[in-house]
Nanobody, 125 residues
């Protein structure tokens, strides 16, 4: 399974972007799809996740109220709507999929089986 992320770009502070991540296999039915990001010089960090079947969403405190994760099961695609962007949101954003249910928090990056290639988001002040 390949994950293809898109939608990154350059935006001014206060603006919006929507990221998309599509899975290559139409029959792919993950347990969790998530977004992580890696800011320059920092470790990869959790942003948001969604349970594929139930639709339950999880967010990092830093993006709660500004970002919304959603999915389109028919298109095997997960989205990240990012509003009120801040310069501190500048990072490479990665989508990730956990193929089976695991007894670890969704914020645990090494619990994911598949990763997309990353898409750059740059927020200017």
């Amino acid at each position: 399974v390949q994950l293809q992320a898109s939608g990154g770009g350059l935006v001014q502070a206060g603006g919006s972007l929507r990221l998309s991540c599509a899975a290559s296999e139409r029959t792919f039915s993950p347990n969790i799809l998530a977004w992580f990001r890696q800011r320059s010089g920092k470790e990869r960090e959790f942003v948001a996740a969604i349970n594929w079947s139930a639709g339950t969403a999880y967010y990092a405190d830093s993006v709660k109220g500004r970002f919304t994760i959603s999915r389109d099961n028919a298109k095997n695609t997960v989205y990240l709507q990012m509003n009120i962007l801040k310069p501190d949101d500048t990072a490479v954003y990665y989508c990730a999929a956990r193929s089976i249910r695991r007894p670890v928090p969704v914020q645990t990056s090494n619990s994911y089986d598949y990763w997309g290639q990353g898409t750059q988001v740059t927020v200017s002040s």
